[in-house]
């Protein structure tokens, strides 16, 4: 998965991540949901770690202080994800699949504002 890109799709919320290494990864919002503004793209450290063949355990902090983690499983092409925006817990469940790589943007990205509302799971789709 190193190197390739994939879209974390929640029907609610919708990111295209690269993974360019096990230490460092990149994204680009394609749909925000009201958590963070369309096309917010940031560099991020990242923590990935095997639970087995195919199933990662993945998890970042943003500039902003925004934490993310995801348990994605790339065999079954299914994410579960729980995001922590100013103190509220947001849980989403959604699919995965490999993409076209995003040339690297260079922007700084604007952080996710905690102005939407919290988040039921999502189905998976």
Same mark, same amino acid.
């Given at each position: 998965? +190193?190197?390739?890109?994939?879209? /974390?799709?929640?029907?609610?919320? &919708? ?6 290494? $096990?230490?460092? *990864?990149?994204?680009?919002? =394609? =749909? ?5 503004? #369309?096309?917010?793209?940031?560099? !991020?450290?990242?923590?990935?770690? =095997?639970?087995?063949?195919? +199933?990662? +355990?993945?998890?970042?902090? =943003? &500039?902003? *202080?925004?934490?993310?983690?995801? @348990? $994605?499983? /790339?065999? #079954? ?7 922590? @925006?100013? *103190?509220? +817990?947001? #849980? ?6 490999? !993409?076209?790589?995003? %040339? %690297?943007?260079?922007?700084? *990205? ?5 102005? $939407? ?7 998976? &789709?």
């Amino acid at each position: 998965m +190193l190197g390739r890109t994939y879209r /974390f799709d929640t029907g609610w919320l &919708r990111v295209r991540f690269t993974f360019d290494s $096990a230490s460092q *990864g990149r994204f680009v919002v =394609e =749909e925000g949901g009201g958590l963070t503004p #369309n096309g917010h793209a940031e560099t !991020v450290d990242i923590d990935l770690r =095997e639970i087995r063949d195919g +199933l990662y +355990l993945n998890s970042w902090t =943003e &500039r902003c *202080g925004v934490t993310v983690t995801h @348990v $994605a499983d /790339f065999v #079954n092409a299914t994410l579960c994800s729980n995001v922590t @925006v100013d *103190g509220t +817990l947001y #849980n989403f469940v959604g699919t995965i699949a490999e !993409v076209a790589a995003d %040339p %690297p943007t260079g922007l700084p *990205g604007a952080g996710l504002p905690g102005a $939407a509302q919290p988040a039921t799971s999502a189905a998976v &789709r």
